[in-house]
């Protein structure tokens, strides 16, 4: 009787955003989605960071996807009530 362990499936993260979204502040690429009650909004690295205390009062949702540009973070998406 041949057993082979199965091996847990790895997955790598998947960017949902792409480099046709643009930062809606600078036109640079887009790598956080905010999602408010009127509509989302696209930010780049930088002005997430920037305006991050902002954001965070009052999306209710936020796909942070800078993990692809910053090497030792993870994806992310944070809901909020």
Not at 32 to 51: E, I, N, P, R, S
Request: glycine share 6%.
């Amino acid at each position: 009787m041949n057993l082979t362990a199965d091996k847990p499936e790895t997955t790598e993260p998947v960017q949902t955003l792409t480099v046709h979204h643009r930062c809606d502040t600078c036109g640079a690429q887009a790598y956080v989605q905010a999602m408010f009650t009127g509509g989302d909004l696209l930010f780049c690295g930088h002005h997430f960071t920037k305006m991050r205390v902002e954001i965070e009062k009052q999306a209710f949702r936020i796909v942070d996807e800078t993990s692809f540009i910053l090497p030792n973070r993870g994806p992310s998406t944070t809901a909020f009530s």
